[in-house]
Nanobody, 123 residues
Framework: QVQLVESGGGLVQAGGSLRLSCAAS????????MGWFRQAPGKEREFVAT????????AYADSVKGRFAISRDNPKNTVYLQMNSLKPEDTAVYYC????????????????WGQGTQVTVSS
């Protein structure tokens, strides 16, 4: 059982930046691909970014390419999402998740989920 805890969400103006963190309880953290998803009110959960276990490979949704960057620190059992040039449409609850394989961009491919952290971007 992998427990994931997100942090770093908050309120930011359009054009600003935030860095989300997700701490994992699992000692074999590097065995898992990690992903970030988001869900806005009334919308389905959507893929944002994913990174492989070693941290050398990443994939992004088109809507965030060039603005967001996913990274991980395996000794710290933590994955990050650096979000720059934020837009009001980025407003959502952001979730981190762990998967057995990379790359995966559907929620069904992820086994473990955090509780989410709210990101609100004001215009």
């Amino acid at each position: 059982q992998v427990q994931l805890v997100e942090s770093g969400g908050g309120l930011v103006q359009a054009g600003g930046s935030l860095r989300l963190s997700c701490a994992a309880s699992e000692r074999t953290f590097s065995n898992y691909a990690m992903g970030w998803f988001r869900q806005a009110p009334g919308k389905e959960r959507e893929f944002v970014a994913t990174i492989n276990g070693g941290g050398g490979l990443t994939a992004y949704a088109d809507s965030v390419k060039g603005r967001f960057a996913i990274s991980r620190d395996n000794p710290k059992n933590t994955v990050y999402l650096q979000m720059n040039s934020l837009k009001p449409e980025d407003t959502a609850v952001y979730y981190c998740a762990a998967a057995q394989r990379f790359p995966r961009n559907t929620p069904q491919a992820y086994t473990y989920w955090g509780q989410g952290t709210q990101v609100t971007v004001s215009s």
